[in-house]
């Protein structure tokens, strides 16, 4: 099993920057893809970013040019770097992986950390 905990989010006006992190811990073989979800309220999951073992990035429209996904692949860590930050980037972030286990490839999600970005 994976375990996946995110930290970074918060309250921050428009314009400024936050950058998130997620760690992945547990039992496991190998991690391929981690990426980032988020949710709003009222809204459903939208895909942000994500990123191969490669290093190769995956971003939505609404973030390219803002957004920066980036991992550490010999401490599992995967980070996204929020700036220019917008009141619809607001959402609660959640961290997903692609991870190979005794029970096979799934995804594994985190609990998630909220981004407040206010006017």
């Known amino acids: 099993q994976v375990q996946l905990e995110e930290s970074g989010g918060g309250l921050v006006q428009a314009g400024e920057s936050l950058r998130l992190s997620c760690a992945a811990s547990g039992t496991y073989f190998n991690i391929n893809v981690m990426g980032w979800y988020r949710q709003a309220p009222g809204k459903q999951r939208e895909f942000v970013a994500s990123?191969?073992?490669?290093?190769?990035?995956t971003y939505a429209d609404s973030v390219k040019g803002r957004f920066t996904v980036s991992r550490d692949n010999t401490n599992n860590l995967v980070y996204l770097q929020m700036n220019s930050l917008k009141p619809e980037d607001t959402a609660k972030y959640c961290c997903?992986?692609?991870?190979?286990?005794?029970?096979?490839?799934?995804?594994?999600w985190g609990q998630g950390t909220q981004v407040t970005v206010s006017a």
């Open positions: 997903r992986v692609d991870a190979r286990t005794n029970w096979g490839l799934r995804d594994y």
């Open positions: 990123i191969t073992t490669g290093g190769n990035p």
